[in-house]
């Protein structure tokens, strides 16, 4: 058994909450918001996962102390936003070798850094690693059959995780390029918004492959550039990732897509959803690594400019499929 506090009380938070007391651990459920916490904990519920019955056995609260003290694993489950603020608020508790586990999603905005490397500034002397891949709260929550991977530096340290984890509905692999994995998790979440927008707009199965495909194409060239495996795009973390969170109806990211290609401001499609669309927060983080590695990537492009300068979709669709002509794979020789 081992002994686990999860920071972040949201949906994917509580639903691996519930998934590792179900496997036999030992769980500590901390929220920053007092209220919020007692109110899950008051009622064995997440107002975001209905039907979901919390099992007995979770440890729920608000103090950072109680969250960190002797646990094996600690996991940082809150908005990618408030990482950077939660790790360091955190700091002052957490022990030297301290195994931190990211399981959020996204690129900080200015800095360009990833999860694990923002937790990494804040929290030193911690080993700080990730968890990722096609994994939705509503179905993990659920006890629905999921596979993700585990990055970690050391590989004790991933297959601790790995064993921690696994259970006969919750498949776990691992892998050392954790930059890989975060930068797959991250865009995905932008590929997601444009395939969001092409639903909106009324299109097709069509669009809506060649979104995926493309965006496999662009992530991986990113990935490339920045020393990532490229093994690691057409795995769990990068198509798989893609694949469900572009097509699924659990995915946030997806659902404002839609709202946006039905003519509503980025603001009213986040007013809607509700929660956090990690997507509009990195596809700014995107772009600029596009440009400080000068990959091409034209569809990460295009959904800035519909988010922040108030291109229309249609007119977005309409630029991606005139641009110059080009061979699909330039390696592949006639």
């Known amino acids: ?20 007391i179900n496997t036999g651990h030992e769980v500590t459920l901390w929220s920053a918001l007092k209220d919020e916490i007692e109110e899950i904990g008051r009622t064995g519920e997440h107002r975001n996962l209905p039907g979901v019955k919390l099992p007995g056995g979770i440890c729920y609260t608000a103090s950072d102390e109680e969250l960190c003290r002797d646990k094996d694993i600690i996991v940082l489950s809150v908005p ?7 790790a360091r608020r955190l700091a002052p508790c957490i022990r030297e070798d301290q195994i931190v586990l990211n399981v959020a999603k996204g690129i900080e905005e200015g800095s360009l850094l990833t999860q694990t490397e923002i937790t990494e500034a804040e929290l030193p002397k911690a080993q700080v690693c ?72 009324g299109y097709g199965d069509n669009a809506l492959a060649a979104l995926i495909t493309r965006g496999i194409a662009e992530m991986s060239r990113l990935g490339k550039a920045m020393d990532c495996d490229p093994e690691t795009f057409f795995g ?27 003519g509503k401001s980025v603001k009213e499609a986040m007013d809607e959803v509700q929660m956090v669309v990690e ?55 006639w």
């Not at 990068?238 to 709202?259: M, P």
């Open 1 to 20: 058994m081992a002994k686990i506090g999860i920071a972040g009380s949201g949906t994917w938070g509580t639903a691996l909450s519930i998934h590792l």
């Open 80 to 86: 990618s936003i408030f990482t950077r603020q939660t």
């Open 130 to 201: 990730v968890l990722s891949g096609p994994s939705h709260a509503e179905e993990v929550s659920r006890g629905l059959p999921t596979a993700v991977v585990v990055g970690a530096g050391k590989r004790e340290t991933a297959e601790f995780i790995q064993n921690v984890f696994m259970s006969p509905v919750f498949r776990v692999y691992t892998s050392s390029d954790i930059r890989g994995i975060e930068i797959g998790g991250s865009l995905k979440n932008v590929i997601a918004l444009a395939a969001g927008m092409s639903d909106g707009l």
């Open 236 to 262: 769990l973390t990068g198509i798989g990732d893609l694949i469900v969170t572009c097509g699924s109806r659990h995915s946030r990211n997806r659902r404002a897509g839609v709202l946006i290609g039905k």
């Open 279 to 333: 997507g509009v927060y990195s596809a700014k983080a995107g772009k600029q690594l596009a440009e400080k590695y000068q990959v091409s990537m034209p569809i990460v492009e295009e959904v800035n400019r519909i988010l922040f300068e108030d291109k229309a979709a249609s007119e977005a669709v309409k630029d991606l499929m005139c641009r110059d002509k080009r061979e699909e794979h330039a390696a592949v020789k």
